[in-house]
């Protein structure tokens, strides 16, 4: 069974920093890609970072140069370190796990975790 277990969340003001950890079970983390999305109140939930099981990187635009995402195989926990946070990244933040071993690009996430609320005060 995939577990995926997040942390890391909490209130900062803006221009403050926070990394998040996933910490993954349940499937051979190291073959698969990883992903952060985010839901912000009365929105859909998006997009935010991914790193594939080759550890390339792939980021939403409104977030490049802010937010890194890493991975330690392992440890099986993917991080994201999240610089410069604004108000509006205020949302809950969900790590994910691809579907498919050693896709060439990209994610299509089949299990989630259970999201860790990031604030950002102004």
């Known amino acids: 069974q995939v577990q995926l277990v997040e942390s890391g969340g909490g209130l900062v003001q803006a221009g403050g920093s926070l990394r998040l950890s996933c910490a993954a079970s349940?499937?051979?983390?190291?073959?698969?890609?990883m992903g952060w999305f985010r839901q912000a109140p009365g929105k859909e939930r998006e997009f935010v970072a991914s790193?594939?099981?080759?550890?390339?990187?792939y980021y939403a635009d409104s977030m490049k140069g802010r937010f890194f995402i890493s991975r330690d195989n392992a440890k099986n926990t993917v991080y994201l370190q999240m610089n410069s946070l604004k108000p509006e990244d205020t949302a809950v933040y969900y790590c994910?796990?691809?579907?498919?071993?050693?896709?060439?690009?990209?994610?299509?996430?089949?299990?989630w975790g259970q999201g860790t609320q990031v604030t950002v005060s102004s």
């Open positions: 349940g499937r051979t983390f190291s073959r698969y890609a």
């Open positions: 994910a796990i691809d579907s498919q071993a050693y896709r060439s690009d990209g994610i299509a996430p089949d299990y």
């Open positions: 790193i594939s099981w080759s550890a390339r990187t």
